[in-house]
């Protein structure tokens, strides 16, 4: 990664520049944020993240929005993927080395189905903060206010859990820190090592009841190692096969911790949000004139909005127009989630509009938040069917358009949870009770998140021999 040296100086707008500051936010009404119930304790909290060093560099956010401006081009496919919400009771390595090692398995699959470079963003290292569509929940006859993330408070259904408490904005950056540390060393000191990710595949194929159907897709893939081999292609000494890039993502749904940790870029005089290499918009923020929508449009990050099935086309190009003036390909990522029943009906449009207007976005499906359900137990739950379909969807329209379905974004953990319905392993409502551990959205476990990449793999090979 490109370690670009930062300073701290003030540095005044050049005369014609924006006069966009980090606070410019805050005279714009942000939906969704806490009621902090101490206004000094939160200045205070906010003055320590000031004072905190970067998570992230400018020139490395750079390199994401160039990676995901082959993405835009049709060069490169990008996979989003992680927690619905990070937890501060869950700061283990291995829960963090299985999702990355997770994902890491599934770029290896989608790569060799793609046949381009994939693009790995995780939903870690600081997804801390959680949208909510109630503020308060009731619980017999008790009401408190809603969960919002750790980063705002905690999931425990009592009062003094539930209240608002700002150093815990400290408290995510100082998680954020130890897991970029460690993703950082495992994406750079050999884990993510091409052999080793395809040797762990090879073991799902072998371990699972219905991996033995992926057996070609992975025979296919050892014989094109082989072959490089044959070529006289040292794997064991080619450097880009021993590591990878690996980039973090979260909503910037907190304003006050994302201002925090905005710094200029000594280099080129740019706003950046250094809390991640890429931060996005919710579904439930986008207001063209929210805060959320006037803080990104300042930050020169990549940034993404999501799109839900309520989205117009003339709502998206608004968007596209807002946060991405310059056309720049890489810049903005719509993160589509309009559910498997409406992505054909919906999705055209807006593709349609946004490629007339000339934006070169990248088109990415998220199969899970516009098909949640609730189980007959009263849990949140999805199918993996209705996941599945969303992505078929989304391929065929875009296919149809003659557009670049440039990727997936899910929400996956590397544990054995019992949280999705469905897949390989064809978990049903009676097993959702076993394990199910996420404080938010339902989370594929890790062989339901595989089979999905196999799935999208056969999906793609029948696309291109069609
Ligand atoms: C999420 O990604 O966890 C989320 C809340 O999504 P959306 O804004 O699309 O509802
Ligand atoms: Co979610």
């Excluded at 966009?20 to 101490?38: F, I, M, N, V, Y």
């Excluded at 004072?51 to 994401?64: K, M, Q, S």
């Excluded at 190692?225 to 080619?238: K, N």
């Excluded at 065929?396 to 392993?425: F, I, K, N, Q, Y």
């Amino acid at each position: 990664m490109n370690l670009i040296h930062f300073t701290y100086d003030l540095v005044v707008d050049a005369p014609g520049q924006s006069t966009w500051e980090p606070g410019t936010w805050r005279s714009a009404p942000a939906a969704q944020q806490p009621t902090w119930p101490d206004p000094v304790e939160l200045k205070k909290a906010e003055a320590r993240l000031a004072a905190l060093p970067p998570l992230v560099f400018a020139g490395e956010a750079r390199t994401l929005t160039a990676q995901l401006g082959k993405v835009a081009e049709g060069r490169a496919f990008l996979l989003q993927a992680g927690d619905c919400a990070e937890s501060f009771h869950d700061v283990a390595a291995d829960s963090i080395r299985d999702k990355l090692k997770l994902i890491l398995q599934m770029s290896v699959v989608l790569t060799y189905a793609t046949g381009v470079p994939v693009v790995k963003v995780g939903r870690i290292a600081g997804q801390f903060a959680k949208p909510r569509s109630q503020d308060f929940e009731a619980i017999d006859g008790v009401e408190l206010e809603s969960f919002r993330g750790h980063m705002v408070n905690d999931e425990a259904f009592d009062v003094e859990a539930r209240r608002p408490d700002p150093w815990r904005l400290v408290g995510a950056y100082q998680q954020s820190v130890a897991t970029l540390n460690l993703l950082r060393a495992f994406t750079k000191g050999g884990f993510a090592d091409l052999a080793r990710v395809h040797a762990w595949n090879q073991e799902f194929i072998a371990t699972s009841a219905e991996g033995l159907r992926y057996t070609q897709i992975a025979d296919e893939i050892a014989r094109a190692l082989a072959f490089m081999e044959a070529c006289g292609i040292d794997l064991a000494r080619e450097e880009t096969l021993h590591q990878t890039d690996f980039f973090t993502s979260h909503e910037a749904l907190v304003l006050n911790y994302e201002e925090a940790l905005t710094r200029r870029d000594s280099l080129t005089g740019d706003w950046y949000d250094c809390s991640a290499h890429l931060v996005w918009i919710g579904e439930r923020t986008r207001q063209l004139d929210g805060a959320h929508v006037a803080f990104a449009a300042g930050i020169a990050n990549p940034i993404a909005c999501k799109l839900g099935p309520s989205a117009t086309a003339q709502e998206a190009v608004a968007l596209a127009e807002r946060l991405d003036p310059r056309r720049t390909p890489g810049r903005l990522t719509f993160v589509t989630r309009l559910g498997a029943d409406r992505v054909e009906a919906v999705l055209g449009p807006i593709v349609d509009a946004v490629r007339d207007a000339g934006h070169p976005v990248v088109w990415t499906c998220d199969p899970m938040h516009g098909n949640t359900i609730t189980a007959d137990n009263g849990k949140k739950t999805r199918r993996f069917d209705d996941i599945l379909r969303e992505i078929r969807g989304f391929f065929a329209v875009h296919r149809s358009l003659g557009t670049w379905a440039g990727g997936v974004h899910v929400e996956l953990t590397g544990s054995d949870v019992t949280e999705c319905l469905g897949g390989a392993e064809a978990i049903g409502e009676a097993d959702l009770d076993d394990n199910y551990t996420s404080m938010c959205d339902p989370r594929l476990n890790a062989r339901q998140s595989l089979d999905l990449a196999f799935q999208v793999s056969e999906l793609l090979r029948a696309e291109r021999s069609a």
